[in-house]
Structure formats: structure tokens, C-alpha cells
């Protein structure tokens, strides 16, 4: 009798270029330095300042630390835009997969969790490989991934389960 083990595979977490998250934390604190001439003005009120402030922080803060990444067992993958979206994907729903070597986020409308044209909805945080998917329902998915070895990693899990599923390579 043989005894069959789960696949269970996640990829490394992508976070947004640098730059861009050092934008997302140090935006918000520009507000800050007009807060002590709106204190110190009699006729000032400081409180829709603060408020602005406030939403920029709710907002901005956590997208800094925002990332995505693929977990895969021997059923499916899970797809995670952490702090947002999380989606199953069953090996069995898979109708296509385009495996890409390098992708701009410019591609599908900017950087972040986008809904491109297509219908496809995008977890682009950088430039990089990444793996494109569509399911028998029409949905479609892409996510950026952090090297080519992540890309083969991604490539040869779904072709162990999905042997039958021609995956497409760079157009």
C-alpha cells in the first residue's frame, strides 16, 4: 500500500520597492509639522489636521508593511495580499497558468493589488517573475513572485499535481 504525502510549498513574502514604503510611512508626518502653528494661532483649530493625519496613518501605515505570497498544498494554492485578500485556488479549477520571467507592475495598472484589464486581479508589489492563472469560472490571477527560482518552484508543484495542464512560458 502506498502511502501518499501533501505538497506543501509556500513562496517568500514580497513587499513593496523601499522607497515606496519609506513614501507610505513618512507621507503622513508631513501633516505633523504644520500641527504647532495651529496650536500656537489663537484662531487656529488644530483638529481637522489631526484628523487627516489620523486617516493618512489608518491608511498609509499598514500598505507599507503590505505583502503577498503563494502557499501550496497537494489540493491546491492559496493566494495572500496580506492585510486584504486571501483566495483558494483548486488544482482541479485550474485552466491555464502563464509563467512569466519578468513582469512590470505597470502591466497591470500600478503597484499593489490591482484589478487589471481582463478581469485579472493583480498582486504586483515590485517587478519580477510572476505566474498568471485562469479558472474554469473565468476569474484570473497574477502575482509577482521574488526570482526565478520561486518561478520554478511555483512551475513544478503545479505541474507534479496538474501534469495535464500546459502551462505557457514568455510570450
Known amino acids: 500500500m502506498s502511502e501518499t504525502t501533501a505538497i506543501v510549498w509556500t513562496t517568500q513574502r514580497v513587499y513593496p520597492a523601499l522607497w515606496l514604503r519609506a513614501i507610505m510611512l513618512l507621507a503622513p508626518l508631513s501633516g505633523l509639522a504644520f500641527l504647532p502653528g495651529e496650536f500656537a494661532y489663537p484662531a487656529g483649530t488644530p483638529w481637522p489636521l489631526l484628523a487627516v493625519f489620523l486617516f493618512m496613518v489608518i491608511c498609509?501605515?499598514?500598505?507599507?508593511?503590505?505583502?503577498?505570497?503563494?502557499?501550496?498544498?497537494?489540493?491546491?494554492?492559496?493566494?495572500?495580499?496580506w492585510p486584504l485578500l486571501s483566495r483558494r485556488i483548486e488544482y482541479e479549477h485550474l485552466v491555464s497558468v502563464d509563467y512569466r520571467r519578468r513582469v512590470s507592475p505597470w502591466d497591470f495598472g500600478g503597484i499593489g493589488l490591482r484589478l487589471a484589464s481582463g478581469g485579472i486581479l493583480a498582486l504586483v508589489n515590485r517587478k519580477?517573475?510572476?505566474?498568471?492563472?485562469?479558472l474554469a469560472d473565468g476569474r484570473a490571477y497574477f502575482v509577482i513572485l521574488r526570482d526565478q527560482r520561486e518561478l520554478q518552484l511555483v512551475q513544478e508543484r503545479i505541474g507534479q499535481v496538474r501534469p495535464d495542464l500546459e502551462g505557457h512560458q514568455d510570450r
Request: proline content about 7%; overall charge neutral.
Open 60 to 81: 498609509m501605515w499598514p500598505l507599507a508593511f503590505a505583502a503577498h505570497w503563494i502557499n501550496g498544498d497537494s489540493d491546491g494554492i492559496t493566494i495572500r495580499y
Open 128 to 134: 519580477g517573475p510572476g505566474i498568471g492563472m485562469r
